[in-house]
């Protein structure tokens, strides 16, 4: 197989994986990389890092569409990114020194954790638009349009949120994906945030805590320009794509497909990671 | 009508950063492109080789080599410089919200920000 042919397959399975990702909300990360490890070979360090970039142009995108609606909360967002992105350095950091192995095995089990969080119906939060201390001090509280006209909000356990979104950093850094699931809780369940607001607040995060650890992976090769460029840009024009059948009423029954899927390659990567001769 | 300036201000901030980051995709997307074009034009039929892993040459991992490497007219370079400019979106959009809240005289967001600014550029440019 020559490069030509190689690059156009891994365009038309990006652009396929942004796709999915969009409209499930789960990101193209968690498509690409099963799909660069387990059917076109590739190691999955390279995989990562061509996911992380992929990841950081979909959110940048899309947040750029939600921050002009106004659902997003720039200082929540902002205060968030202290421990995302420090949890994202740690998460390269670690990917440099773990067993390959080992990652595929962890990020299978992630498949598996955001196939069944994409699935759980989220309940809408009574939210209240007062904040307790630190959320006021720290002026998260806002407002947000709705059919109703505007709705203000406030915020709560923000060291709760603050602690949950280092982990989804360390994810993000070590895995190569957005981990929106991990964010989307730390907002939605300990901070009691509007759903929409937790959403679109998460999007906007996603692609500085992909920034953090993407200027690790570079710094130290882990970046292939011949494989990105087709993973980046397929995504890209698929996360685009997807975002414009976003309110279509067939979903669900798509999101359970997905997620099917979904899980079956997560038992494929945990158990390339434990045979450890698939993925090296 | 306090809150109403505040409230435009806020709108104001959100609209820049939004440009920010669909600005600095477009182009960073067009860079990869035109980089891709010549590499696939020049090394095309040659065979792939991802199954084994090897760091990238520092040509197309540190920034001053990226740079180079790409005023030379590599292919390579120039999608590796693409992407560093997808990289610096998000940091830039990061950098202009630390004016943003200077405007609003915002002592402790200015704080905020500028830590997760030297976050991420610890990330590019720290050893």
Known sequence: MSILIFTLLILAGSVLAGFLGALTGLGGGIVIIPLLTLVFGVDIRYAIGASLVSVIATSSG?????????????????????????????????????????????????????????????EENLS??????????????????????????????????????????AISGLL??????????????AMRLPFKVSTATSNFMIGVTAAASAGIYLKKGYIDPGLTMPVMLGVLLGASIGAHFLFGAKTKKLRTLFSVIIVILAIEMIYSGIKGGIIK | MKKAIERLARHDMEMVIGNVLRAGVIIAAMVV??????????????????????????????????????LEGHGRGFIQLGLLLLIATPVT???????????????????VTSIVLCILLYSLFGR
Not at chain 1, 76 to 105: K, Q, R, V, Y
Not at chain 1, 137 to 158: F, H, I, Q
């Open chain 1, 128 to 169: 209240t638009p007062d904040s307790d201390r630190l959320a006021l001090r720290l002026k998260m509280n806002s407002s947000y349009p709705t059919p109703e006209g505007s709705k203000s909000y406030g915020a709560r356990n923000v060291p709760a949120g603050f602690g949950l979104m280092f982990i989804a950093g």
């Open chain 2, 33 to 70: 492109l035109s980089g891709g074009t010549i590499f696939l034009w020049r090394h095309g039929y040659a065979v792939p080789n991802y199954k084994i892993f090897q760091r990238e040459p520092v040509e197309l991992s540190s920034i001053w080599g990226i740079i180079q490497t790409s």
């Open chain 1, 62 to 122: 899309a947040a750029a569409a939600y921050v002009k609606e106004g659902f997003s909360n720039i200082r929540i967002g902002m205060f968030l990114e202290i421990a995302t992105s420090i949890g994202a350095l740690c998460g390269a950091f670690l990917a440099l020194h773990l067993a390959t192995s080992s990652i595929a095995i962890i990020f299978g089990l992630v498949l598996i954790y955001s196939a069944y969080i994409s699935n759980k119906t989220r």
């Open chain 2, 93 to 111: 959009r990061v950098a202009l919200s630390i004016f943003e809240f200077a405007r609003q005289r915002d002592k402790v967001y200015v704080a």
């Open chain 1, 176 to 189: 190569g994906i957005g981990s929106g699931a991990v964010k989307v809780l730390a907002m939605d369940r």
